[in-house]
């Protein structure tokens, strides 16, 4: 239906203005209040609240906590937080920090909804912090979520060790620096879908994840996307996206 | 199981060596014959045969169709092949030829059997051969496809009059060369899982496709992976791995 | 207005549905027929219509031509149109071709209605290409349009020569590759807004144009913006819109 | 007139000396004192006095300040002044300092003598500082200027919502990091001239505002002009003279 | 023999547990405790144990340490130690730390049994932290070797003046910054092997290193292969590996 | 004198015109009918006429040939002539075309007038193209010029065997692809100044020649300076500018 | 011994003038005759005569096949020589081509001298070119050579099925494009030194190998070195000089 | 003569030692003492020592300046040197800090002993440090210096008024940072030999000083060469070889 139809039917009755509305559900209100908070994000998209706290003051943080839970949305994520920054959090809701991840969670984590595992593969001890925010993000978006570190193709044997595990997850999540090798060795393993997130680990030639992305992008094997370097966040909205594919009967 | 127990067990009968085999699908026997064709990918892996034919001479190709044939395998996609090429092949199954896509199918596209709907959205009308590889693979890989073409950005009506068909699919795939803007705008407007091709198409400063595969990996918008420049047979391969989740009862 | 109030005055009646749909101007109906054609672009952008011809088929030009003159668009630009593509073309529709700029113009040239002229300076014979298709382009979109070549900065003085019409012109457009010095020293010399293309002329580290297209960016002068490299269209576009500015009675 | 006839109508009397150097406006006399600032500029460009705080000392910048005075310019603008040299500002003029943009304004803002109003729009809340150095210098330069803030493609209602302020502008400038994927939209929803900023804001593969960069120089809409990564100021002075045309009657 | 053929040998008895496990040297037991140590590396590759220092705390490095002597490995490496992390380290086992090369190596240097000498040339003092990286991680992995610094390709004979040092390595490894002409220079003048290692001393263009990585590259002498910027670590693991060679009767 | 008095004197007549124009010798009158052609760059800057034939037809270089004639210039280089190309030359005066050097001179060359010999290097045989455009251009431009090719540092001795012939140059220009190491060694060996011209021989990581530019200009010998990828031509007119010093009594 | 003490030596008469020159090994006689072949080289560096046919006319490299002649050379490798050239050739000393490596050898294969075996690994059929240019020459260097074709790690045990072959090489050579992920993992299963071949494969984001070079040289496994991409010849010479160390007794 | 006929004729006795030394002039003597100093160079190139202060501490600074001393060298110039360095310097020898150019000299400046002038111009006041190292260092070896600061092209007057002191230097180094357009406009209006420095000062796409090194490599004057980025010690020592050419009677 067009949006001239949609005009027309709402002015003939045929459509109340609830239904045109929420056939119009990318279109929402207009933003009112204190920095244009997306109060319909999670309709629209199905993604949890996220405050990205990168470059946000403690102030401007804690002020956006406030709006969101005056329109009584009370579990939120926050991402990008460093401790010190954590320190300034001031919020009489219940939240939890989690240093390896650097971020945050009001209001708990969810129970899992999803339709299997996400499985979170990191090459070394040194991706710690992106393997973090990956998994503990999609927990925060209704995920189960295993874990298996310090994996890297240097030493095979430690990945194939955990063949049954790669063959049990219903997504699969890469997390990996330098030669991003690992990558392609479990998208060959697997028919899940891979995500894979290059990281800035490693100094020189890997000019700052580059050498990992590039890698990533050109994997020989078929089955895997790639998102930011470093970016956990969003390797894990993209797991919950497919875990929580909208399967029909 | 590790390997020494599997061993054990192995010695001592409680596993029978075929039962052996199957927990090891990963390390199958010994390749024989012909280019080290991997006789057990589609087993292992879950997708099709796949030829890839840039590079290959259409002796070579029509070599590997034999000895997959031989294999009892007659379902097969040869992809980045020139309708030149195509010219070449000397096959006598049956197959067809989409110059579109510059890809051949031989035994016939599969009937669909995944969970929903793989929409295959493009910017211009100068993307269509990548659009159609990826479109035609899926297929291919038993994915019901849907096409949305020439919906850039610049005209932002043009896609907002799908707006349905968005919400509908159960996974998205935008391929976009220039700006790359349409994967940003299609992800903040769904709930499912997007794919984003970068495509080549442009001039100077998208130096090969790189501006569109640099915005795509900074989309703005979470829940979007990516693959490599014009790389449509990736995206479907992750879109078919995707659309093929497995679900637990 | 948002857009839930546009509903209920239409539901109201206060607003008649033509009323909506101009207010909706960027929304316009769902396209139909061959290659989802804009139809609105030109109301709701002032620019007239564009074919980029750049790859497209003969055919494909010719299909799209008559779809648009279906529709009474009969002023049609055609870029990136090479002479031997050009001998394809098969409308009875008057058109010139030019093939200094490889561009064609279907329906000739409008009478300038902007605020004043647009100069188009280039800094080498090399750059002509691009030239011209700036100034066609800007002629196309009802410019008057000054032409002025081979004044690159090392011969300062055939420059500062044109000292008079540099102060004249509403709007400059340098065309300059290599060290697109061009731009930054028109730029100082003058109080009219200056629009920089820098061009791939050259070899070696100009890296297909890059060499120019960061010293435009990084232009000692402000007052200048940049468009891609080799994109003499993109900047007509631009000096036309400003050209056309509304000016507030 | 070529400068020999200059000459010659200098000698034969047709032309005093002062006319003479009216004509020759771009080469005003040898610089004298301290710093060898530019006293004809705003003659000859049309734009106010400009100090570029980045790498001076307070010293240094109070010392140009004291030059300017002294040749009765006490309208002066300040960029990149962070808020710790700010406190090294000893002019005895009255000024303001906007730690927002991190810039100073001696002497006040000018009411707006332009034709019509530059709106100024960010995608986010952390390209605030770019925003607001935009902003207030277009402000410095005699222009009406409108923010529109936080309305990137992730959430398209917000930039929707604001449909008509984008149809009401003369001139926009377009701030975003990232993808700058609202740079191609917004040029595609109107038809004034854009200017597109791209923020260093982002990570990993934004590369400093290299993905913003490139997406906004292949902008798939025609329309827009890019300016150096971060450069606020460039934009602004761009949209001035823009929206200062010279307008023929 | 492949893995079907061993599990029946396993199977009938004609191979023990332990040979099969024997000839599955790259698939070792599954990891237990503490970080994923990887116990069978030194069997695998000979390659000693080594920390990667770089990223992980004092009490991380003493955890390791812990993990490692309780598996009676006591002879460890590890670099990317700076002096202040060093001050953190508890271990009660013998150990010492080599300022000069940033790292620390517990159990004392071994005998050298290698086939002859690594020669570690530097081109100038300030690569000396990878020099020494090098020299003495080719010391931990029971090399002997020789160091020849500052000996740049500006003042050629005091490189010549070391002609015969030249000809008597076994392996060479070569740590030269900016141009890397070192590399090609002494890779023309002997028979042995050289190992490059770019530096990112150096500024402007030298871009952290890639201009003496690519110089390194395309050396014009055959002979030579080149490891990571500021890699000696890796340079001393290759030279290692090679003085090591497996030689046949 | 700044213009004003310059003016001033000019009307009190106390420096005639011409005298005024010789002065202004940078600012000649305006150009004349066909192409702008420099006629006073000689006069300038000392170089003789140039015509670059990159990107120009046949006819257009025998226009501009004829239009010099016509203004008695009749002794000019034309550079990046290919064969096919000089085969449309038709000029009646004499000329001579350099098919190593890709290049043609009218009027033959001059007699050397430099101070000292201008000492062409190259690294290999590959290199030819651009040694031999330097080397003549060098000659026409009225200088006397050695050769000394296919001297790379692979080979050292083969440098080292002309040690004096590089004592003896005035200038020496080094043309070098791949690593380019010789300019960094030549410069090492001298105390002339050193122009070093980086070419696009090689493949892979050479990048066209990048790696040779990066290594130039990184060289760790001072004394050198580096023109563009395979600009011969540069290299000559920076050399003969050197050589042609202007030398106080 | 430096050169001042030498030519003392050699005057005194206690170094006769024959000796001098062995101990001068690097600095041999001025060359003569046709293109300066490095007459030497062999009896310094170990190398075969080589004749890089890549830019060279057949005439020049049958020029220098017959000045190799005369001075007593007959065995010689001539590479990157196109089937095409390769017709040119005209020699009358016996000869063969080997179109799939793209090289012609003189004189015949040598009978292998080398400690151990070199292994050529590649990761897919499209790397045969690359992979051959490093058997065949490593051959041509007096070396038994092994081939390990198509072991991509996107179907890893391929490669597992080839441990044992792994395992007895003295020397490895890892050729493979796209990702360059096999490097990595075959670095990890052995102890021989390896040495990595980025190939040129692929397409987008491979940007003509650097994927698989800057993978390659950030390997999470260390005793791997890389060279040029695409350069067999590079790494075969590499693996010669370690395959013939120089072993003391 | 070659190697052999110099030691047959050092047999002989026709020739002294001295005599072979001093034609061996590139050949010194074996280094002796702290860090290889290389006490030939001035002999050998012409050029004053020069300790390279960056990544150096004082107390290898003073090490150094005591060895020197200790062969007599007592004129020294210390680049590189930050004002904190500098305080840790503890020579007994007279010597100077220079802060603007972040150098010291011991001993004095020289005479001047040049052909002319070296004029050192450039872009703006931000680039202070990097003229004042070129200017300063050009005194130090030798030459009579002029500075023209601040005469960036943005107003071309400014430098258009210093047309005279252009066309008198010797010798000019620009230092233009950002677009580097100075180094083409000044090349354009003299004819002496132009060394262009590029500076890192810029932000966004100038990425460190890229975008002027490569207009200023790729400027459409010719007679100009380029050193790296910031590196106004490599312009001088270029300018001083060239101020000190030999000029033969």
Redesign the interface.
């Known amino acids: ?4 139809e949609l ?2 039917e ?2 003939s ?1 045929s459509l109340t ?1 609830d239904e ?2 929420f ?9 009112l209040g204190y ?2 908070i ?1 109060l ?2 999670q309709v ?4 949890g609240e ?1 405050i ?1 706290g ?3 003051s403690p102030e ?1 943080i804690n002020g956006i906590i406030t709006a969101m839970a005056e329109n009584g949305q009370n579990n939120i994520l926050i991402t990008h937080l460093s401790a010190e920054k954590a320190d300034g959090i001031t919020t009489t809701l219940p939240w939890h920090y989690y240093p390896e991840g650097e971020l945050a969670v009001i209001g708990g984590m969810p129970r899992p909804n999803g ?2 595992t996400i499985l979170v593969i990191s ?4 991706d710690l912090k992106v393997t973090e925010e990956a998994a503990l993000t999609a927990q925060f978006l209704g995920n189960k979520v295993l874990r298996l ?10 990945l ?2 955990h ?2 595990e790669l ?1 049990e997850a ?2 699969i999540i890469v997390v990996a ?5 690992l ?3 479990v ?10 997130v ?1 990281t ?32 956990g ?3 894990a ?2 797991a919950s ?8 009967k």
């Open positions: 239906m067009d949006i001239k005009l027309e709402v002015k009755g203005i045109a509305r056939s119009l559900k990318g279109f929402p209100y207009k933003d920095a244009k997306d319909h994000r629209r998209t199905g993604a996220v990205y990168g470059g946000k401007q339709h299997g090459a070394g001890t040194s570190n310090d994996v890297g193709v240097a030493g095979l044997h430690r194939l060790a063949f049954s063959q219903a997504v620096g330098m030669d991003g090798a990558a392609s060795v998208t060959g393993l697997v028919a899940a879908p891979v995500i894979a290059p800035s680990i490693g100094y020189g030639a890997s000019f700052g994840g580059l050498s990992a992305l590039l890698a990533m992008l050109n994997s020989c094997a078929a089955g895997v996307a790639t998102v930011n370097i470093d970016n966040f969003g390797a909205m993209m996206r497919i875990n929580h594919l909208e399967v029909k």
